[in-house]
């Protein structure tokens, strides 16, 4: 529990310091940093080289990969112009849908409509404060960043079944192959400052190596409906790196939606546990 709380925080602090990183190299730059950067260290440890590799495993890696990236690349847009606790809570819509379509319980549909009623009070009323609605273009790419999560997912799922450990680190190649050339064609020059380089693997080690070591020791000793309502709680993780590292203030009807969008998710693993357990029984 503790591991999994760690990779929270660990992943927190290092989105929030990424962010700190947009003035110089963008959204887009910021990215490649992470993406690259993870890449090489996933490729270090795992060594995929030493595998035969087929042209027929390109599609499988590819989506997983390329979705992978874009997922990132849109979450990072978002949160340049919308605090990062409200872009992780949009974002969170996508792993919500996929765990409801795949239950098809009538008692999930609780859990939906708490989701859609808090992402309803993140949308500008008729005659709200112009300086606390958030910015609709940010809004949409953390929702489309939850839509790529969806099917990151989904693509996981399966190259993970065929691939095993070894689906991570060429995932990860396939995605620095899509991210690197937007990155550099955004940043040029300026990703090859000493100072930014070692930013760049600062973020990458907070918000990808640290985490994801962190989450497989967590998905190894706690059960798969613990991990997931824990994990529930990185919007609110995210909003407090937020208010510390960035100084982000949220409103009182942006916390609430926070809130809202954290209880669906945690009685969607609640919900998907128990009925496993009634399975297993």
């Known amino acids: 529990m503790l591991a999994l709380l760690g990779s929270l925080v ?11 990183l947009f003035p110089a190299l963008g959204a887009e730059g910021t990215t490649a940093y992470r993406i690259v950067f993870a890449m090489l260290m996933l490729m270090a440890v795992f060594r995929p080289w030493r595998r035969k590799w ?3 495993d390109a599609l499988p890696l590819g989506l997983y990969g390329i979705t992978l990236g874009v997922m990132n690349l849109l979450f990072y847009s978002a949160i340049k112009t919308i605090p990062f606790g409200v872009a992780i809570a949009i974002e969170f819509t ?17 859990w939906v409509t708490l989701a859609v009623v808090g992402l309803a009070l993140l949308l500008p009323f008729p005659g709200a404060n112009a300086a606390t609605a958030l910015d609709p273009m940010g809004m949409f790419f953390a929702f489309t960043a939850g839509i790529c999560w969806a099917l990151y997912i989904v693509f996981g799922q399966r190259v993970a079944l065929r691939y095993g450990a070894m689906a ?4 990860m190649l396939a995605a620095a192959l899509v991210v ?6 955004h940043a040029g020059t300026a990703l090859l400052h000493p100072q930014w380089l070692m930013a760049g693997l600062a973020v990458a ?3 990808s190596a640290i985490p994801y070591a962190l989450e497989m020791f967590s998905l190894n000793h706690l059960p798969k409906n613990t ?5 529930s709680l990185e919007p609110a993780v995210g909003a ?3 208010w510390l590292v960035l100084a982000e203030q949220l409103t009182v009807l942006q916390g609430l939606a926070i809130a809202l969008v954290m209880t669906a998710s945690m009685g969607t693993a609640w919900s998907s546990g128990k009925a496993q357990a009634v399975v297993t029984n």
Request: hydrophobic share 60%; net charge positive; no cysteine.
């Open 205 to 207: 080690l907070l918000s």
């Open 94 to 110: 996508g792993p919500l849908a996929v765990a409801v379509w795949t239950s098809k319980k009538a008692s999930d549909w609780l």
């Open 168 to 171: 991570t680190p060429m995932g």
């Open 10 to 20: 660990s992943l927190a602090v290092g989105t929030s310091f990424a962010k700190s």
């Open 240 to 242: 407090l790196a937020g």
């Open 227 to 231: 991990f997931s309502i824990l994990l």
């Open 180 to 185: 690197a050339p937007i990155g550099v064609w």
């Open 54 to 56: 087929v042209w027929a």
